[in-house]
C-alpha cells in the first residue's frame, strides 16, 4: 500500500471530522430556534427520499412496477400501519402484480 492511499484515508477523515466538529464547538451551550430544529429534525428524511425515490422507478423494466409500488407503499403509510407492515403489504401487492403482470 503507497503513501497516497494513507493521506487520502487521512483527508477522508478530516473532512468527515470537520463538519461534526465545527457545530459541537461553536453552538455548545446554545439554544438554536424551533424553526432551525424543526428543519434539521427533517434533513434525514428528505435526503433519504431524494436518493430513493428515482431509483424506484428503474427497479424493472416495467416502470408500472415503481409506480404500483410507491403508490401501494403511501397507501398504506397514510393508513397509518407500521413501517414493517407498510414493507410486507407493499411486498405482497407487488409480488400478486408480478404473477399477473410480469
Not at 487520502?8 to 430556534?33: H, K, N, Q, S
Not at 409506480?67 to 407503499?73: D, P, Q
Amino acid at each position: 500500500m503507497g503513501a497516497w492511499i494513507w493521506w487520502m484515508i487521512f483527508g477522508m477523515a478530516i473532512v468527515t471530522y470537520i463538519p461534526r466538529a465545527i457545530p459541537l464547538t461553536f453552538l455548545e451551550g446554545r439554544e438554536l430556534p424551533e424553526v432551525v430544529q424543526n428543519v434539521l429534525r427533517n434533513i434525514p428524511y428528505a435526503v433519504l427520499g431524494a436518493l430513493i425515490f428515482p431509483a424506484v422507478f428503474f427497479i424493472q423494466e416495467n416502470i408500472w412496477f415503481g409506480v404500483i409500488g410507491v403508490a401501494s407503499a403511501f397507501a398504506i403509510a397514510i393508513a397509518g400501519a407500521n413501517v414493517i407492515f407498510v414493507v410486507l403489504g407493499t411486498i405482497a401487492i407487488l409480488s400478486i402484480y408480478g404473477l399477473w403482470f410480469g
